[in-house]
């Protein structure tokens, strides 16, 4: 499994400052975007781990898990648009994923877009393996999800 990715500068936790900065990259990266109120509530939701990457004035990568127990849903990796193809995807992968492991996670489960077939390869190549499909998942365009987990041995 590789791991190596460029570092993002200036990776932190969402406040609700960033949402404005954020939404229009989730409304150009989604057919079926998150309100600004799902966003907010990541900032109070004791459960989010949220992040938010920016490159001096500039977000260019967001995304975040819930942590319940041992397990990790991943919620949202999101690199905007100009900036895709730099590996700034795995690289929010590989800290999400070290974020969650540290925090006790055994197991990291999220939803892909079957026909998100880069996303898919990035999360195959970081251990996740496919377990099954939620069919219609996506409200807007009935599209199916993939489901995807990767387990862990306790630390």
């Known amino acids: 499994m590789s791991r190596d990715a460029p570092p993002i500068p200036d ?16 409304r150009e990266a989604y057919p079926d975007p998150w309100t600004q109120g799902m966003f907010r509530q990541e900032t109070v939701n004791q459960s989010s781990h949220f992040y938010v990457g920016y490159e001096g004035e500039s977000l260019i990568v967001y995304g975040g898990f819930w942590l319940v127990l041992e397990e990790a849903h991943l919620t949202k990796v999101t690199v905007r648009a ?13 800290f999400l994923l070290d974020e969650a492991r540290r925090l006790g996670a ?17 999360y195959r190549t970081l251990g996740f393996r496919k377990v099954g499909v939620r069919k219609g998942y996506y409200t807007r365009s009935q599209e199916n999800a993939v489901v995807m987990v990767l387990d862990w041995t306790p630390l």
């Not at 055994?106 to 990035?122: F, G, H, K, M, Y």
């Open 11 to 26: 990776l932190r936790r969402l406040t609700r400052h960033d949402i404005p900065v954020l939404m229009p990259v989730e």
């Open 82 to 94: 100009d900036r895709r193809g730099e590996g700034l995807g795995r690289a929010l992968m590989v």
């Open 106 to 122: 055994t197991t990291v489960r999220l939803e892909v877009r079957e026909s998100n077939l880069p996303a898919q390869r990035l």
